[in-house]
């Protein structure tokens, strides 16, 4: 008796320990991620500083700075149309330390164009929060004798080929923009590629080229000086930085939807609670009025939503971009 008691005195001790130890193996684990953040951020933007992509990111660093009481710290890691910053993020160390704006470049047309992109889209990341959208417009030089897109369209089969289009560059995202409005609406338009932003808005202004999509930051006080027609917006709803502006879908061009759009990523893996704080941090700031009015200033609509949200976006502009350059069987010159 005394030694089946003894027995179910240590059976017991020992299921007592081994429900112990199950305990602190899983609180383990959230403890560790409770001291997140305990040191420094980095948000890296694949881009370079001064570019709308580098204000929107030092606009949420800051904000993200007062939330967390840690440092987040913007670095510029530029060069082949955002894929060197990208990848570097895809290879951190999933921590919640490192993190990336990526942009509708990065994370839509790059997968469609770049034959050898050293991340993938889909899989090398963890989506945080869609901060902000900019919908490309479509503008052309005062000299177009069309008040309209219905009239644009008409001037381009009267005249095939005579009309040129600017873009930042081939296989750029205003390029590919041109390219969904010239599958849709048959315009026989030609492509007039440039080595940035810059040079292309120069040469539109010059009457060199005859129209462009581009985004309200640099369109905006072009068209407000009359120096440029604004023809349609490319979102699927108006835009409220330009509310009598006729949607494309609503002006002629069913179906046309192209944006830019800014999304924070980490990389895969990182620990769903610590990304679910950030995307709260950032929907919280994404609320905040002087937020607000910084995006605005650069052509921009606040995002907002859960992670699935930005991760559907990006999985839907990379499916699209991807179709458009196989069926019009597209070649881009480096």
Known sequence: MNHQHHL????????????????????????????????????????????????????????????????????????????????????????????????????????????????????????????ASTPYILVVHPSVKANNVAELL???????????????????????????????????????????????????????????FDVFTTSGPQIRTGKLRLLGVGAPRRSALAPDAPTLAEAGVPGFDASTFFGIFAPAGTPRNVVMRLNEDINRALQTPDLRERLAAVGSEPGGGPPEQ????VASEVAKWTKLVRERNLRFEP
């Open 310 to 313: 930005l991760g559907e976006a």
């Open 154 to 212: 008409a001037l381009a089969r009267a005249q095939p080929g005579k009309l040129n289009y600017g873009s930042y560059g081939s296989g750029s995202s205003n390029h590919l923009a041109t390219e969904l409005f010239r599958a849709i609406s048959g315009a026989d338009i030609v492509h007039v590629p440039y080595k940035g932003g810059a040079p292309a808005m120069t040469d539109l202004l010059a009457g060199q080229v005859q129209m462009m």
């Open 8 to 131: 179910h005195f240590w059976t017991c001790r020992l299921a007592w320990l081994s429900a112990a130890c199950a305990i602190i193996a899983v609180t383990v684990l959230p403890a560790q991620a409770q001291t997140w953040p305990d040191k420094p951020l980095r948000l890296v933007v694949p881009f370079p500083a001064g570019g709308t992509v580098d204000t929107v990111a030092r606009s949420v660093a800051q904000k993200l700075t007062e939330s967390l009481r840690q440092p987040v710290v913007v670095e510029n890691r530029a060069g082949a149309a955002g894929a060197i910053g990208s990848e570097a993020v895809a290879k951190a160390a999933p921590d919640g330390y490192t993190l990336l704006m990526g942009t509708a470049s990065t994370h839509g047309t790059n997968p469609a164009v770049q034959k050898s992109l050293p991340y993938d889209a889909l899989r090398d990341y963890a989506p945080v929060a869609l901060v």
